[in-house]
Structure formats: structure tokens, C-alpha cells
């Protein structure tokens, strides 16, 4: 089954997944309830609330919550392929909110009929029609184009305008979230797989095993995050998987020295002294008492990891080592744009504050989880 029938169910999952936190989040209400303020709560029940944090943390969590719909969904939401060209004459740099003529597009070779089952060309026929139109477009009236179209002329919206080859932006930074988040949460979960467990083994066995651990913590740390990025490139090449493991072998560090000294100040209380005498195995300290215990830590460092990884993509797509194109990220778009500001500043300007929203949203609910440790 291709790619597009994949986003095709998932995206119908995400739908009813949507309607079910719709009716959950209006009990939450009912009850005078903020989202933050059972989340935090659930960590840690001894916490109490402050109505500011509150506020601004499920704002937070209601934003970060839109981004993760947006890239799920983003089949559905999206007007055009974000790598389809429009008629360079006429639709290049058309600013927000313009409109242009189209038409549908049928010179794709589609394999015959014999080539599926009932049930694989139901699926088929469902994908054509929601995700694989494709579309020949331009701004002039004219009633015919090179090759042959089918069903009727339609108008589409530019909402955030075209970029340099006519595409639309809108659904650009669509799939552009698409990718950033996801190769973001990616890169952040390996991340604090890493540091999480390397935090854990040095701090809770310490001796000379701490000691190694932490010069291999030093040396990682000595590189400057550039560099190491760009010698995994030269020697791995450049991909999206290389760039997901030089992301993460320069991001776990911090995880790990932070784990680390949540353990090292945790190890010599009274339950953990008791946990060893009564004969308790090194994952059953770490699982029953040291995790309970330093989960608000845990989340704060995984928000912030996750900013930083998408802020990383963002960064290594703008100097032209991350997403190439004509595959959309936030950074490659705002890269693409530097040479247009003058001339067409919201083929970045859109991105860019996509990519604010973003790292604003996961600080406000990094602040609160912060919050409950207090």
C-alpha cells in the first residue's frame, strides 16, 4: 500500500481521535477543570496550583495540541501538493490571498485494473480521490493546457501566497510541520532513551563506571554541536535517518548529566538505602522509586529536547544540511526564502512564525511541569 494510503487511515484515526479529546477536554470544563491542572496534578498530587501557570501551561498545551493535528491531518488540510509546480509566468510570487485558475490532472500512469483486488482498489479509488488529485494551475483565463484534463475548472485560494516556483505556501507549511515535528519527536525520544539511560546507569552505580561515563559525557560535550553534525554527515552521508542520528548523538548529553544528578541526590535517602538492603535489582530502584520521583524532570527535559530538535532540523535545513528540497520543512523554507525578503517576505514569514508558536507553546508547558517540582 503506498505512502499516501497510510496518511490516508491515519489521518481518518486522527479525526475520531479529535472528536473523542473534543468531548474529554468539555467534561474537563464542566468540571472547572484546566487541562494543566490535572496533568500536573497526575505528577505531582502534592503541587499546588497557581492560576497564571495554569492558564498559560494549557494554552500551551492547546497549541502544541493544534501543531500535532495540523501535521496528522495535514492530507486533509491541504489545498495542492506542496511540491506542485504552477505556471511560472503567471503564478510565481502571487502574494496571500490571491486566487488562481485549475484543473485536474489525470497524465499520471495508473497500473490496470487486474493489478488489484476489490478491497486494494477500493482503497485505491478512496486515495486518488482525497489525497493524489493532482492539479495543473495557472492565473490566466485560459480554457485548455498542454495535456489533457477532466472534471470541472475550479478557483484555488492562496492563502499565504506562492513561493519562487509557484507552490503553494499555505500547504507547504502544512507538510512542512509534517516533517519538522515528526523527525523533532523522533530525534527527542531517542534522545532521552540515550541520556536517560546513561543517566541512570552512571548515577545509580557510580565508582569508576560514573567516572567513564562522565569523560564520555566531557568529550561529546567539547565538540561543538556544528562540527560533530558535519562529520556525520561527511561520513554517513546525507539523508533523513543521518540526520535524525547526528541530531541525537548531539543532543543526549544534557539529558544525561541532568538524569544523572536527579539520581546521585536521590540514592542516599532513607527508601533507596532500604530498597538495597532489602535486596531490590537496579531496575526495580530505578522503576519504582527513582522514576516516580524525578518524572517532572524527565518531562521538562523532553519538551525542551523536543524544541531543541525541531529548532536543530530548522537550523541545519537553513544551511542547506537538513530536509532538502522540494520536501518542505520549516527551515528549508525559511532558508529559501532569504534571497525574496524584499520582494516576497511571506514565503518565510509564515514558517518562521509557525516554528515561534511552537517553541513559545512547549516553554509555557516546560514552565509548568517545572512548576510542580517546586
Not at 523522533?186 to 567513564?212: R, W
Amino acid at each position: 500500500i503506498r505512502a499516501a494510503l497510510i496518511e490516508y487511515w491515519i489521518a481518518i484515526f486522527a479525526w475520531c481521535s479529535i472528536l473523542g479529546v473534543g468531548c474529554w477536554v468539555l467534561y474537563w470544563r464542566k468540571a472547572n477543570k484546566l487541562i494543566a491542572e490535572k496533568l500536573f496534578f497526575a505528577i505531582s498530587p502534592a503541587w499546588t496550583p497557581n492560576r497564571s501557570t495554569l492558564k498559560k501551561s494549557t494554552f500551551g498545551i492547546y497549541t502544541l495540541s493544534i501543531f500535532l493535528g495540523i501535521a496528522v491531518l495535514g492530507p486533509f488540510l491541504v489545498p495542492l501538493d506542496p511540491i506542485n509546480q504552477g505556471d511560472l509566468e503567471t503564478t510565481r510570487f502571487l502574494a496571500p490571498m490571491q486566487t488562481a485558475m485549475a484543473w485536474e490532472d489525470i497524465s499520471i500512469t495508473v497500473p490496470t485494473e487486474a493489478a488489484y483486488s476489490s478491497i486494494e482498489k477500493a482503497l485505491r479509488d478512496a486515495n486518488n480521490f482525497l489525497l493524489a488529485r493532482k492539479v495543473k494551475y495557472t492565473r490566466s483565463e485560459q480554457e485548455t493546457v498542454e495535456h489533457k484534463e477532466q472534471g470541472t475548472k475550479f478557483h484555488v485560494l492562496f492563502l499565504f501566497g506562492t513561493d519562487a516556483l509557484g507552490r503553494d505556501v499555505f500547504s507547504r507549511v502544512i507538510y512542512g510541520t509534517r516533517i519538522s515535528l515528526g523527525i523533532g519527536i523522533i530525534v527527542a525520544t531517542l534522545s532521552m532513551i540515550l541520556g536517560m539511560g546513561i543517566g541512570f546507569l552512571s548515577g545509580i552505580i557510580g565508582g569508576m563506571v560514573d567516572k567513564f561515563l562522565m569523560r564520555i559525557i566531557d568529550v561529546f560535550l567539547s565538540l561543538p554541536p556544528l562540527v560533530l553534525i558535519i562529520s556525520i554527515f561527511s561520513v554517513l552521508g546525507g539523508s533523513i535517518e543521518v540526520l535524525i542520528i547526528a541530531l541525537a548523538l548531539s543532543g543526549w548529553m544534557g539529558v544525561a548529566r541532568l538524569v544523572r544528578g536527579e539520581v546521585l541526590k536521590l540514592r542516599e535517602q532513607e527508601f533507596i538505602l532500604a530498597a538495597k538492603l532489602l535486596g531490590v535489582s537496579y531496575i526495580g530502584i530505578i522503576r519504582n522509586h527513582l522514576l516516580p520521583n524525578i518524572l517532572p524532570t524527565i518531562l521538562t527535559a523532553s519538551v525542551l529536547q523536543l524544541v531543541n530538535s525541531i529548532m536543530g532540523e530548522a537550523a541545519l535545513s537553513f544551511l542547506g544540511l537538513g530536509i532538502q528540497p522540494p520536501t518542505a520543512s520549516w527551515g528549508n523554507m525559511i532558508g529559501e526564502s532569504t534571497i525574496y525578503l524584499s520582494s516576497a517576505w511571506w514565503i518565510g514569514i509564515f514558517p518562521g512564525i509557525a516554528l515561534s508558536f511552537f517553541a513559545i507553546s512547549a516553554q509555557l508547558v516546560a514552565e509548568g511541569i517545572q512548576e510542580c517540582q517546586k
